[in-house]
């Protein structure tokens, strides 16, 4: 081979991967622009941004009208998450939720690429009315030193009454991928960067804190009601 040939080789792969740098930039950059962009949401503007998933709202309960709202950021294969979900999850639920103080809403996140599937399964339990069913289940069922796979969320549907045929061809579409990558985006760029993570009107409050600290941030946020 002549070099004058080696070199036209060598450009021609340059360029190729030119090209595909490009490709993957403009792509990162359209999906930061569809979730809000690059400048960084205040405290305020971040609770109600992040009551919506890809701007849709997010899986929520309780009182729409409680003069406080509590958001959870977790992720199906976090073990902190689980244990905050089994443990402190149903006294929150109890004292805060059906006493109408709290509006609570989770914001369908996955930390990990590699659990964002179960983050989007869990949007199309929302379909059939299930999602915190579903939600429960995946706490309850969970799965430690892996990522949740398709026979996880199809056994977490089953066990939450869901039609498990319906799950799999929502799960199988990919209909709500984009929004589960999206809203991921969302609460990153509004400082969540582990879990769980919780927003109690404008205050984030990261890791699974004791119940104690909790009640504690409800109460102060009641208060100034």
């Known amino acids: 081979m002549s070099k004058k040939s080696a070199r036209r080789k060598s450009s021609s792969k340059s360029g190729l991967y030119i090209v595909i740098g490009l490709g993957a930039l403009m792509i990162v950059l359209a999906l930061i622009m569809m979730s809000g962009g690059f400048a960084a949401p ?6 109600e941004a992040l009551a919506r998933c890809n701007g849709k709202p997010c899986p929520a309960k309780g009182d729409p009208n409680a003069p ?12 902190n998450c689980r244990d905050y979900n089994v443990a402190t999850a149903p006294i929150i639920d109890r004292e805060y939720i059906d006493t109408g103080k709290v509006r609570y809403v989770s914001h369908v996140f996955a930390l990990w690429p590699e659990s964002r599937p179960a983050a989007a399964a ?19 069922n969970f799965r430690p030193g892996g990522f949740p796979s398709r026979d996880d969320f199809l056994r977490w549907a089953s066990l939450a009454g869901l039609d498990a045929d319906a799950l799999r061809a929502c799960v199988e579409s990919g209909r709500y991928d984009q929004d589960a990558q999206l809203s991921a985006f969302e ?12 927003l109690i009107n404008g205050e984030l409050i990261k890791g ?12 102060a946020a009641l208060a100034e009601q």
């Open 122 to 140: 869990a949007l199309c339990a929302s379909e059939q009315g299930k999602y915190w069913e579903f939600h429960a289940q995946a706490f309850a």
């Open 42 to 47: 205040t405290q305020a503007s971040s609770a």
């Open 68 to 79: 406080v709202t509590m958001i959870e950021f977790s992720d199906y294969a976090c073990h």
């Open 187 to 198: 609460a990153q760029r509004a400082g969540v960067d582990g879990t769980p993570a919780f």
């Open 208 to 219: 699974n804190v004791p119940l104690a600290q909790i009640r504690a941030a409800l109460d």
